[in-house]
């Protein structure tokens, strides 16, 4: 069967949308996309952390509806714009890391009445989260939310946004595979969730035992470094990915019964907005965007990256329409009977892969093109960056410009009873945190996986794309020029958006 914008845009008209995470990046695009491009969605339920419902709203208006992305929505309404929001979208105070979503029980009655779709954006994607707040978030959401679908009698589909990263750091061609209850990366283990939280707990309390409790900077760390500890035990690289992979088991787990159609949107690196509402929008910074801004700031002289590599990226919008037409597809059946849980790879290194090279070319033409301008008005000249091919490499310049002399430094500073430590101590702060970059965005430079998405293509193949319309709902990275992507709409996004 055939799908089109006509048809996804149809689906919306009169729904209920309960979403997660709108506050972040590819929410605030999915909430824009579904008001302007069917004014008649009955109401989109946005639940946010908040006190009360009425600091949910005001976080809602400052941090969604206020923003730069709304402009085209704010013109096409014009004087109407703030009367028509505030009869669609709805503001929830609450949070998954409760149970019953942290609304009380009236609200959550009222909502698992009303809800047509949900979709569960909500994340910390902190690659080095404390492993508390990750567990609570990434995984223990995941069920909070599950278990309130079984209870929506109305419930057409539940959407998850993951990541493709879920997978761990391997070679070759990565399937939209579901992750099964128990699986793990390193051979010869076994990941149970329970045993994880109860660890958390353990590791907590013995914490307090010895006087380092709760708000420390000591118990801060401890559950950072503890949840990098087991995500490396069970073959992932960090915290991030290793409970996204959780909240994924847990999902299957939940919904095994299929009474509630579930999909996974899983993206790779998300990058700006290629088309609409506005091309370049951007927030927060991605892995790759690090090198741009430190390229702009002129204060990276040299980064970690094998410029022959392909980077797997995707612009926001591409991510949200694809989540649009899974959504359809799945509640209205298109496909015959789906499995339990169906995964979809939002990526391009199959279909279309850019190397980092390209990246890096358009940023260097970019910026011989628009150069920057000092605080004097003087023009920033654009220096040639030097890039490390492999960790090792990198460690050895590391060490022989930076770790030999602070060696030297402490020394020195021994023999001058420490009339230098704080200038010892302020470099070797530094050196620690290069280094620790490098531990935890190393893997993704060096990423050498393919990810397949035939699911996704699958869908492709049932969207027509005959009418400029068709083009609102594109999600075929094929129709990305990445040359022209970077250099006129991504790295003048992250220098307009991000950089400012």
Known sequence: MMMDAARIVEYFKGKCILVTGSTGFLGKILVEKILRVQPDVRKIYLLVRAVDEPSAKQRVQQEVIDTELFGLLREKHGKGFQQFV??????????IVYDGLGLEAAVLDALAKDV????????????????????????LGVKHLCMFAKQCARL????????????????????????????????????????ELRLVKEVKKSLAANGDGDGDSTERKAMKDLGLRRARHFGWSNTYVFTKAMGEAVLGQQLRGG????????????????????????????????????????????FLADLRLVMDVIPGDMVVNAMMAAVVAHSEAFAPPLPQVVVYHATSSLRNPATYDVLYQSGRRHFYENPR???????IPTREMYFFTSIARFHLYMTLIYKVPLEILHLVNLLLCGLLSRLYNDLNRKYKFVMHLVDVYGPFAFFKGCFDDI???????????????DQMFNFDPKTIDWDDYFTRIHIPGILKYVCK
Not at 88 to 95: Q, S, T
Not at 373 to 379: F, I, P, T, W, Y
């Open 259 to 302: 009474d509630v159609p579930v999909a996974v949107m899983r993206p790779s690196i998300i990058t700006s907005v290629r088309r609409d509402p506005l091309p370049g929008w951007m927030q927060g910074t991605r892995t790759i965007d690090s090198i741009i801004i430190g390229y702009a700031k002129q204060n990276l002289s040299c």
């Open 373 to 379: 301008v000092g605080k004097d008005g003087r023009v």
């Open 455 to 469: 699911n996704l293509e699958r869908l492709r193949l049932a969207m027509a794309m005959k009418t400029p319309e």
């Open 116 to 139: 047509d779709v949900i979709v569960n954006i909500a994340a910390t994607t902190n690659f080095y989260e404390r492993y508390d707040v990750s567990l609570d978030v990434n995984v």
């Open 86 to 95: 505030e009869a669609k979208v709805v503001a929830l105070a609450g949070d």
């Open 156 to 195: 057409r589909m539940l959407m998850h946004v993951s990541t493709a990263f879920v997978s761990g750091f391997r070679e070759g061609l990565i399937l939209e595979k579901p992750i099964k209850p128990g699986e793990s990366l390193r051979e010869g283990t076994y990941l149970d969730v329970d045993a």
